[in-house]
């Protein structure tokens, strides 16, 4: 149980395109997901929290405009990198949260985001 | 969201060894959870902690929280080589879910 899942895992895209990335909770509902970025060798950082039906709440320093967050279902969320450009190049990895066990955290696999 | 100090950052060990890694915050923690991230991979949990002194073990794999609620080993005994990868703890602030994350030990293990 506690599956996670997030399409695509892999994406090439143009500089300038807008590409969506999906989060998935497969075997439970959850009412808040959160969506990571990680830099090659360093730690999660949080950039959004999605909540269902409800506007998403931004980090400090992370556009709300850039990146996108919809999160219409209990069990999917969608993070849109609009106008995507090179430095936005990264691994993004979405979580959901489980709230029949403790709260805990289930993490997606990742999406790995290249912009030429 | 707060800041744990995780430690040591990277590890060499030969396989068949023990491990151990230990995080601290400044500020009290209710939970400690531990993830291990492979390679182009989400984190995965591995173990979650939710008592002050609580002792859980998950297979090799051991993890205390500290009485202090401030700190938290884990523990890897006779290391194999799927041990490799990067092991993060984590932790929910107090007033929401967003869960704060150590910058991570790399452990990599010598057959």
């Known amino acids: 149980g506690a599956v996670v899942s997030q399409h695509p895992s892999r994406v090439i895209c143009k500089s300038g395109t807008s590409v969506k990335i999906e989060c998935r909770s497969l075997?439970?509902?959850?009412?808040?997901m959160f969506w990571y970025r990680q830099f090659p060798k360093k730690s999660l950082m949080l950039m959004a929290t999605?909540?269902?039906?409800?506007?998403?709440?931004?980090e400090q320093g992370v556009e709300k405009d850039k990146f996108l967050i919809n999160h219409a279902s209990l069990t999917l969320s969608t993070l849109t990198v609009t106008s995507a450009h090179p430095e936005d190049s990264s691994f993004y990895i979405c979580s959901a949260r489980d709230m029949g066990v403790h709260n805990e955290q289930f993490f997606g696999p990742g999406t790995r985001l290249t912009v030429l | 969201g707060q800041q744990l100090n995780q430690s040591p950052q990277s590890m060499f060990i030969q396989e068949g060894e023990d491990v151990s890694m230990n995080c601290t915050s400044s500020s009290i923690f209710n939970t400690w959870l531990w993830y291990k991230q492979d390679p182009g991979e989400g984190p995965v949990l591995l173990i979650a902690l939710y008592k002050a002194g609580e002792l859980t073990s998950n297979g090799r794999l051991t993890a205390q929280f500290g009485i202090t609620r401030k700190d938290s080993f884990l523990n890897i005994s006779a290391s194999i080589p799927s041990d490799v990868g990067i092991y993060f703890c984590a932790g929910p602030g107090s007033n929401d879910y967003k869960l704060s994350f150590g910058a991570g030990t790399t452990v990599t293990v010598r057959a």
């Open positions: 999605s909540n269902e039906g409800s506007k998403a709440t931004y």
């Open positions: 075997d439970f509902q959850a009412t808040t």
